[in-house]
């Protein structure tokens, strides 16, 4: 079993930067795929951003392309997320995701954090 402990989030102000972490433990990753949902209020849960553990490529949703970036500490089992220029729209709560044999392109996850609350100010 894969336990998944996400941190990081708070309140920024529009334009603002914030890093969530997300620390995997109970199982090695080499075969996982790694990555990151939201959910805002009244919303279904959506992608953000996805990692191979063992190659490093990358997928991400396009509302976030080019301000979000998804990188992994291999020595520490950490999944980080950047989030680089927020907008009050990327208010949610965000989840960190693991599924093994995933895609990055289609990540569904089969383990979940219990999110972390992200609010951007206008």
């Known amino acids: 079993q894969v336990q998944l402990v996400e941190s990081g989030g708070g309140l920024v102000q529009a334009g603002g930067s914030l890093r969530l972490s997300c620390a995997a433990s109970?199982?090695?990753?080499?075969?996982?795929?790694m990555g990151w949902f939201r959910q805002a209020p009244g919303k279904e849960r959506e992608f953000v951003a996805a990692?191979?553990?063992?190659?490093?490529?990358?997928y991400y949703a396009n509302s976030v392309k080019g301000r979000f970036t998804i990188s992994r500490d291999k020595a520490k089992n950490t999944v980080y997320l950047q989030m680089n220029s927020l907008k009050p729209e990327d208010t949610a709560v965000y989840y960190c995701?693991?599924?093994?044999?995933?895609?990055?392109?289609?990540?569904?996850?089969?383990?979940w954090g219990q999110g972390t609350q992200v609010t951007v100010s206008s």
């Open positions: 109970g199982g090695t990753l080499s075969s996982f795929v």
């Open positions: 990692i191979n553990w063992s190659g490093g490529n990358t």
């Open positions: 995701a693991a599924e093994k044999w995933g895609y990055v392109s289609d990540l569904k996850g089969d383990y």
